[in-house]
């Protein structure tokens, strides 16, 4: 444990929650790190942060490239810190080099459910970027489907369960593997 009371083990042994927009990984990592008592943080307010303006203004001024850039470096940035649970954008998936870096510093977590889930789930889509129109969100989750599977070392089913449900059994599941 260090001196923040957080838990921290030898290196640098994160945890990355990935998967589709609303599939609840922001409160799970936060959950977990209550439970566990594990320090979490989320690349988009780490980006945000680092661009000093939301995501959202931030596509709209200087593009979705600049975005990628900022998610790309915060990732990086990690390499620094120790035993986090990370809760990722939906779109981490995207660049090689982003899955590289977190296979590097720990291991990845697939949050997987349906689109139905993410529509149901997903707060205020007007301000969300990378919500359009239902054809348009439909193609992007059957792209970004087989990247998260390629990417994750362990999935977590999230259809028909509730918060609780989720975080009990991902972290029964990262328990077992010694990564909590
Ligand atoms: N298992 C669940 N059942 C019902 N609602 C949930 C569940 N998990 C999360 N939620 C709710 O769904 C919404 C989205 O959750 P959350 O912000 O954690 O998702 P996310 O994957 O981080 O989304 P984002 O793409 O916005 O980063 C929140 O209102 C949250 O309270
Ligand atoms: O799925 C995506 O491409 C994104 C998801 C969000 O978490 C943000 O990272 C941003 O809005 C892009
Ligand atoms: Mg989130």
């Given amino acids: 444990m260090n001196n923040n009371g957080y838990v921290t083990h030898e290196g640098c042994d994160h945890v990355f929650f990935v998967g589709f927009l609303g599939a609840g990984k922001s409160t799970l990592a936060r959950n977990l ?8 943080v989320d690349t988009d307010r780490l980006a945000e942060r680092l661009l000093r303006k939301t995501v959202s203004e ?3 001024q200087d593009g979705e490239g600049r975005f990628r850039d900022a998610e790309t470096e ?3 940035r990690l390499r620094d810190e120790r035993s986090l649970l990370v809760s990722c954008g939906g779109g981490i998936v995207e660049r090689e080099e982003n899955c590289h870096l977190m296979h590097e510093m720990g291991a990845v977590v697939f949050l997987r459910g349906s689109l139905q889930d993410s529509a149901r789930q997903i707060q205020h889509p007007e ?7 239902s054809g348009e969100t439909r ?11 390629r990417t994750a070392d362990y ?3 999230i259809t028909g369960k509730s918060f609780e449900q ?3 059994e991902a972290g029964a599941l990262l328990w077992e593997e010694g990564l909590l």
């Fill in 127 to 133: 301000k969300r970027p990378d919500w359009g129109s």
């Fill in 58 to 60: 931030c596509f709209h």
């Fill in 74 to 76: 915060v990732l990086r």
């Fill in 139 to 149: 193609a992007l989750f059957e792209h970004r489907m087989p990247l998260y599977e």
């Fill in 166 to 168: 989720v975080a009990q």
């Fill in 33 to 40: 790190g209550r439970l566990y008592r594990r320090r979490y």
């Fill in 155 to 157: 999935i977590v089913e």
